[in-house]
């Protein structure tokens, strides 16, 4: 049993791959926390596994290799891996600390007709196919992974292909349902992706998380693990750490001796658009360094609170000053790439408490432009681009 007082990285990869698909990614970590990889019955990795090749099987293969460590886990699967990875932290939620999904196939799964599911069904053995999919549905897919791929994938049965087809196209009925997952999530999609649209996942997967953040990776499709492995591995340093150090604070929480505990200090807290909104007025307003216009209106705030927040790995609000409906804070934070910046918000509070005006002021100004750049990029598609600084 591998012994560990440090967060664990459990990654399992998609239909058709191995393993060592999630190499670049874990090699561009910054935290070198320990590493699991899984190896699916039947894929690339592990091609001569009996059956049956079902989400069930699949999810209690990886339960097991949970069970041979000790300490808390972030589990990382990409397209049927997210699949099972949320199943398995359904099984031991005291045993995973969050999860990252991956270009994620809906729990539900995709439910596509039997004509649309046939060529995938037809791809056991199949090298010259497997490859011409994996450019179908990809932007930048390094041409040396393909051929590597490809060459494994030529030993998959036709038996162990249709089968896993039909796991991931069928789901769980669990997904019919919002996620019993409660430690954070990360969703994170190729932006290029023809195959988990931006659509598909706002209604079937992130409408079943409501409280995970969710980002584009651009110029990727279906793999962005592999063909953009250093923005994945970023995201997942990030919440590595997370949920491995304490934020730093009075109490093991993020406010200092003096400082007191409200709604605004617990949704940094939480990482949580949902906490944000639980603490806005609905015409709230918010001004900040970081943007060039301001965001009105309580959802598109919290929608960047929340983007905002998970871009800290620390941040500990260390003075308070209140005047009427008026509070200031100050801070100090680490963003995910180790830049230190600090910052004073100001807040303006209607009669029943909560913020109908926010201005945040960050310094040094390199720091500031680098987290706008970064805040804009994670809120592609839902705040316009050229609200924000680029770096």
């Not at 949704?267 to 943007?291: C, G, I, N, Q, Y």
């Not at 598609?381 to 680029?390: A, K, N, Y």
């Amino acid at each position: 049993m591998t012994q560990s007082t440090s967060v664990t990285t459990l990654v399992v990869h998609g239909f058709l791959d191995d393993g060592a698909v999630w190499d670049p990614v874990l090699d561009s970590r910054t935290r070198r926390s320990p590493a699991v990889v899984a190896e699916l019955a039947g894929m690339a990795g592990r091609p001569d596994a009996a059956g049956p090749y079902t989400l069930a099987r699949h999810t209690s293969d990886v339960v097991d290799l949970v069970d041979s460590t000790t300490g808390p886990l972030v589990l990382v699967g990409q397209s049927l891996g997210a699949q099972i990875v949320e199943l398995v932290a359904t099984q031991r939620p005291d045993r995973v600390a969050g999860l990252v999904l991956v270009a994620p196939v809906p729990l539900a799964g995709t439910r596509l007709p039997a004509d649309a599911v046939a060529p995938f069904k037809a791809l056991g053995g199949d090298a010259d196919a497997q490859r011409a999919v994996r450019r179908r549905l990809s932007d930048a897919f390094p041409r040396a992974e393909l051929d590597r791929l490809g060459a494994a994938g030529k030993r998959i049965s036709a038996e162990a292909c249709s089968a896993t087809v039909d796991a991931w196209n069928d789901g769980d009925p669990a997904g019919a349902a919002a996620s019993e997952v409660t430690a954070p999530v990360v969703v994170l999609r190729g932006g290029r992706d023809p195959f988990i649209t931006a659509e598909l996942l706002d209604a079937h997967v992130l409408a079943r998380f409501p409280h995970a953040s969710a980002a584009a990776v651009a110029d990727a499709g279906h793999w962005p693990h592999v063909e953009r492995p250093g923005t994945v591995a970023a995201y997942l340093d990030e919440l590595v750490d997370r949920v491995s150090e304490p934020t730093r604070g009075s109490g093991g929480g993020n406010t200092a001796h003096g400082v007191s505990e409200q709604g605004w200090t617990r949704a940094f807290a939480r990482h949580s658009a949902t906490a944000f909104s639980e603490a806005l007025a609905p015409d709230v307003v918010l001004r900040a360094s970081v943007l060039r216009t301001p965001v009105e209106g309580r959802d598109d705030v919290a929608a960047v609170m929340g983007a905002a927040s998970g871009i800290y790995t620390s941040l500990v609000f260390t003075h308070e000053v209140r005047h009427g409906a008026r509070t200031y804070l100050e801070w100090d934070a680490t963003l995910h790439d180790g830049t230190e910046v600090s910052g004073v918000t100001r807040l303006v509070a209607d009669e029943d408490g909560r913020h109908v005006e926010i201005a945040i002021h960050h310094r040094p100004l390199d720091g500031a432009l680098r987290f706008s750049d970064e805040l804009g990029r994670r809120l592609e598609g839902r705040i316009e681009r050229d609200r924000f600084h680029r770096a």
